[in-house]
């Protein structure tokens, strides 16, 4: 079984060799599953928080957990910058009982922190935003399949690594 994501005070993440050799090694196993793939987080809720849920990153999220069987749920944030600590864990703590991870986009680091801090699942800080470290992953998988068809395998073995 591959190792998990450092949880901690901040979010979900997949830093260092040993984690990374995990995604895509997992990875590579989601692209050869086939339509098994559509069951692998059958059952897994999961919640998008984004002020804007309409970009690109947003949609490569949802098409990559939707495509693995999971239910995305977008969520408004209704938090900021100057959200109270208490709304913050309230509202994170809720999170935690509805959804099995959750996946922040455009959200002040120090937000995302404070609600990995109290949700009690994993927390993905812009997991599929181009700027994310586990993207640059997609070119390790090699093959012939499109680099977009990669990174999507690569955000798919995150999720099933962290809610696994």
């Known amino acids: 079984m591959c ?13 260092g060799p040993q984690e990374a050799a995990a995604l895509v090694l997992q990875a590579r196993a989601i692209a050869g599953a086939g339509d098994a793939a559509r069951r692998l987080m059958s059952g897994r809720k999961l919640a998008l928080l984004s002020p804007s849920p309409g970009d690109d990153s947003a949609s490569e999220f949802v098409q990559a957990a939707s495509a693995l069987g999971a239910h995305v749920s977008v969520v408004q944030p209704g938090l900021d910058a100057f959200s109270s ?80």
């Open 85 to 164: 600590a208490r709304q913050v864990e309230a509202t994170a703590r809720m999170l935690g009982q509805l959804y099995d991870a959750v996946e922040c986009q455009q959200l002040p680091a120090s937000l995302v922190r404070l609600i990995a801090r109290s949700a009690g699942i994993p927390v993905f800080a812009g997991l599929a935003m181009a700027a994310h470290p586990t993207a640059a992953l997609a070119a390790e998988l090699g093959g012939d399949a499109p680099l977009a068809e990669r990174r999507r395998c690569i955000l798919q073995a995150a999720l099933l690594i962290a809610t696994g």
């Open 3 to 15: 190792p998990g994501p450092r949880q901690g005070a901040t979010s979900a993440e997949f830093s």
